[in-house]
């Protein structure tokens, strides 16, 4: 009998989830959609979404397609695609992107470029 | 995003290269290299590689490790789990299929050392007897055809000793 005991795992390649209890202090990079809850310093490369939710403190470099924060960002912030910084996120660094989405409440300090298709 | 709070998932395609310290669980699917510091459990599932000195509470293997791995409770290498590396902890299990090559390290043995002897000399008593074991099995086995039904056994335990029975069309 027996059948597979394995944890439901939902579905291959899921999102990886960094919970708030975490720190890691390093580089992430990879292929598939990230949520952070807890601290990263360091880097991170991706080529899908970022997603940094209210509890997620970020001090690293961000280099992915898309990037969501709801938390807190020291670093800059490179997307090939969007930047959205939601409502009472704090942020500081500056940004590059051909999309970049401020919600009221955002706090953001630092540089906007939004020219990256002509970017060298 | 329904994101479970107290879980960690690293996935498939994810590379962590640096310090991990948690006080949650952490589930591997991808790779880890550097340090990971838990308070609760590692599982490395069997797409992960951990690349790490690891220092957890308990530690379930699935996939790959390189490195060492100190476990306050327990750690566990399953059927699919391959490591290399020292393991110090009070409880490891390797179960059959685990492929493994380091050292392992379970503490000592204060409390259990006036068993020991005890244990030990109750070892040949068993051995003697063990020999003998084997052969009334046997006879029964043999005697069991035409062994007459015996005092009134449970259905499913007479039946599975008997013949067994063919259909015939």
Same mark, same amino acid.
């Given at each position: 009998? !027996?059948?597979?005991?394995? /944890?439901?795992?939902?579905?291959?390649?899921?999102?990886?989830?960094?919970?708030?209890?975490? =720190?890691?202090?390093?580089?992430? /990079?990879?292929?598939?959609?990230?949520?952070?809850?807890?601290?990263?310093?360091?880097?991170?490369?991706?080529?899908?979404?970022?997603?940094?939710?209210?509890?997620? &403190? @970020?001090? $690293?470099?961000?280099? #992915? $397609?898309?990037?969501? =924060?709801?938390?807190? =960002? #020291?670093?800059?912030?490179?997307?090939?695609?969007?930047?959205?910084?939601? $409502?009472?996120?704090?942020?500081?660094?500056?940004?590059? +992107?051909?999309?970049?989405?401020?919600?009221?409440? +955002?706090?953001?300090?630092?540089?906007?470029?939004?020219?990256?298709?002509?970017?060298? | 995003?329904?994101?479970?709070?107290?879980?960690?998932?690293?996935?498939? /395609?994810?590379?962590?290269?640096?310090?991990?310290?948690?006080?949650?669980?952490?589930?591997?699917?991808?790779?880890?290299?550097?340090?990971? #510091?838990?308070?609760? #459990?590692? &599982?490395?599932?069997?797409?992960?590689?951990?690349?790490?000195?690891?220092?957890?509470?308990?530690?379930? @293997?699935?996939?790959?490790?390189?490195?060492?791995?100190?476990?306050?409770?327990? =750690?566990?290498?399953?059927?699919?789990?391959?490591?290399?590396?020292?393991?110090? !902890?009070?409880?490891?299990?390797?179960?059959?299929?685990?492929?493994?090559?380091?050292?392992?390290?379970?503490?000592?043995?204060? +409390?259990?050392?006036?068993?020991?002897?005890?244990?030990?000399?109750?070892?040949?008593?068993?051995?003697?007897?063990?020999?003998?074991?084997?052969?009334? $099995?046997?006879?029964?086995?043999? !005697?069991?055809?035409?062994?007459?039904?015996?005092?009134?056994?449970?259905?499913?335990?007479?039946?599975?000793?008997?013949?067994? @029975?063919?259909?015939?069309?």
């Amino acid at each position: 009998m !027996a059948a597979i005991e394995k /944890s439901p795992a939902p579905r291959t390649g899921a999102h990886t989830v960094i919970g708030s209890s975490i =720190v890691i202090d390093g580089e992430i /990079s990879g292929d598939e959609d990230l949520v952070i809850l807890g601290t990263v310093k360091g880097r991170i490369g991706l080529k899908e979404s970022l997603y940094v939710e209210g509890s997620g &403190v @970020i001090e $690293a470099d961000i280099e #992915t $397609a898309r990037v969501e =924060v709801s938390g807190q =960002v #020291t670093g800059n912030i490179s997307a090939s695609e969007k930047v959205e910084l939601k $409502a009472d996120c704090k942020v500081t660094g500056d940004i590059r +992107a051909p999309r970049i989405l401020i919600a009221d409440g +955002a706090v953001f300090k630092g540089n906007v470029d939004m020219d990256v298709k002509g970017a060298k | 995003m329904a994101s479970l709070d107290g879980s960690t998932i690293i996935g498939e /395609s994810i590379l962590i290269n640096g310090n991990l310290n948690g006080d949650e669980d952490l589930t591997v699917r991808g790779r880890v290299e550097g340090t990971v #510091t838990l308070t609760k #459990t590692l &599982v490395v599932e069997p797409t992960g590689v951990v690349k790490a000195e690891v220092q957890v509470k308990n530690c379930v @293997i699935a996939g790959a490790v390189a490195g060492n791995v100190t476990a306050s409770e327990s =750690v566990e290498i399953t059927k699919d789990g391959r490591m290399v590396g020292d393991i110090s !902890a009070p409880r490891v299990i390797i179960v059959d299929g685990a492929s493994f090559r380091g050292r392992i390290d379970m503490g000592s043995f204060e +409390a259990g050392e006036g068993e020991r002897p005890a244990l030990r000399a109750s070892r040949p008593a068993l051995s003697t007897r063990r020999p003998s074991a084997p052969a009334p $099995a046997r006879a029964e086995e043999k !005697a069991l055809p035409p062994r007459p039904p015996e005092p009134p056994v449970p259905a499913g335990l007479g039946g599975g000793k008997k013949k067994v @029975i063919v259909r015939r069309k």
